[in-house]
């Protein structure tokens, strides 16, 4: 196992964590400690250490780690012993009270074997807890019991569901990705679809057959023999509460975070602000109060062409006139040589090399219709068309292990148009792809922690918010995957994104920005959101609704006011502290005050101008729009896409991927 291995040759796997709660109690209150979610390598782990000097690596070495491993024989002394799981091992978890009245949960791993009950302080830790499982598990819940769903048939019936593509593996760096069928128009119906799939077809639990065994979990037991896993589990036949399953719900109560109001938008940098961050030779200084000013404010439109390839690292910042002449000048030569190898394969060649040619056909369908609705992309003979076709091509012969996915045509397509420069615009979007690469690999291993980071966003921010959603199924947040993929770039108009992703670029927060611009749009939306009761089919259309017509000033300002209000409350859970915020962990909280951008509220300033008619799809109850400078078209130069091309690249815990990861390793 590469966890093993990674040990094996002195080095210790990379250790997060995920979920910290204190004052956890095991086996009816025995003993108290703290229970961790930890992430070490690929795999998680749930552990317990109880309230007292301890250190797992001098009681246990790390091939002794099983489905349960601790140091002691009996079961007395089970409760103050460190307890450790795999999170693989886990078939089930039933929320319940105590005979105290105390939250708890009771964790049934395989072979029906049940782990001693955990009590916790609140039930608010309860639904924490569970959520931070979620990064690694598939969930069917049915009242107060969460049923791991391990079922490859029903697996394979949500990947037909979705004709989801085959999962092609790369060569040297083992960077996996999707051929995507289409990863942006239709993913938010697809989710659906696998929504309603859960409902109806897996309602029942899935047969012992098909649940993984202790011999399928990634680390072996070790010296922890079957006999002693017996001795380590307890029946809840103490618990003296014990509702009907129809009638029992475990919700958090706390009070949603206060609002505060929203951070004001500066004015753009003008280019009399520009050239006075110039020396005589053109080198640029005081970087990071630009850098600042972008991202309070963004960049007039017309200096665009002069400061992005500085933000998308073609030149570096201090570099000389001369000198960015002189780089650009490779950097074009060296295109040319890499479009030329794709150029000249032949056709015998390309009948015996299917990767290429299943690319090459990827990136051709993707071209003819992506923003076919600007002025610069319409007309069935483009040139601008055929410019985006060999830009792809050439990225595929420029990053081999990654190639071309569904979605990339998204964040190519503003930087040509605007830099109307074949070259120059490769290395443009070489760069933005180096900021984003991870979101197209296989695994989704980025999304989806974006995913999970926005349900915890949402979930400490607004637990009314959090429960509407979690009540019909749609806390995994799959609805925001299109935002999250490609950096919200079919939600807002031509001019907004390429302000809003500048202000992206030049965040001076350390975290990911683009969670509170997710979580900003979302708490805007709520109140439509839980008056109208609405259930994950009906989060896809709103949701696919909002293209277009979000106000992103106002969500900028929001968004910056959540990030600097969060960050200031002194009870930031772990995830959120750590994770999240990325706030050090050895400082008072008291000394971790916000930096960078001054927080001051105040009313939003106007988005700076743009010369583009600004133009967008919507999707209004079925029927597809075309919106040109606030007018209605017909559309009729775009290319519709059929109903029935589903998409792939879905986070990990939802099953499809899940399969994927299965048909991975049988590779």
Known sequence: MEIQEEYDKGKQPITKTLFEEYDVDILDQKRSGTLLVVQRGEYGFIEWNPFENYDVNTHMSFDEWGVIAHDSNTIDNVAISPIQLAISAIDEIKQDVGSNGRPCVIITITEKKQLPIIYFPKSESVARFIQSLKRYLCFIRRNNVYAVDHSKAALRNVMKEFDLGTPTSQSSRQKKVYDFQDVYDVTLSGLSKVTNFLKGGLSSRPQSSSRPTASDLPLSMGKQTQASLDRAFTHPEHLSHRPAESDFELYDVRKPLARSAPVSRDNPVTRTEWESHLDLDGRIHRVKELQDRIFGGGIEPELRRDIWPFLLNVFSWDTTVAERSQVMTEKAEAYKTMKSQWKSILPCQITRYSLFKDRAALVEKDCLRTDRVLNFYKGDENDNIKVLYDILMTYCQYNFDLGYVQGMSDLLSPLHMLFEDEELSFWLFAGYMDMVEQHFFMDQQKTQEKLSDVSSL?????????????????????????????????????????????????????????????????LQERDAIIKNNMNFSDLIKYINNLSGRLDLNSILGQAESLYHNIRSQPDLPFNLRTNILRMPTDSPMSSLGSYGRPHVPGPCAPAPPFTEADSFNVQIQGEEKTIVDGEESDGSSVEQIPEDEEVDGLPPQDPASMLAQNIRNQL
Do not use: M
């Not at 799959?478 to 907004?496: A, G, M, P, Y």
């Open 458 to 522: 949402i979930y400490y921010c607004d637990s009314e918010l959090y429960n509407h959603l979690e009540k019909e199924d749609s806390a995994n947040f799959f609805f925001c995957f299109r935002w999250l993929l490609i950096n919200f770039k079919r939600e807002f108009k031509t001019n907004d994104i390429l302000y809003l992703w500048e202000v992206l670029w030049t965040c001076p927060y350390n975290t990911d920005y683009s969670l509170f611009i997710a979580v900003a749009i979302l």
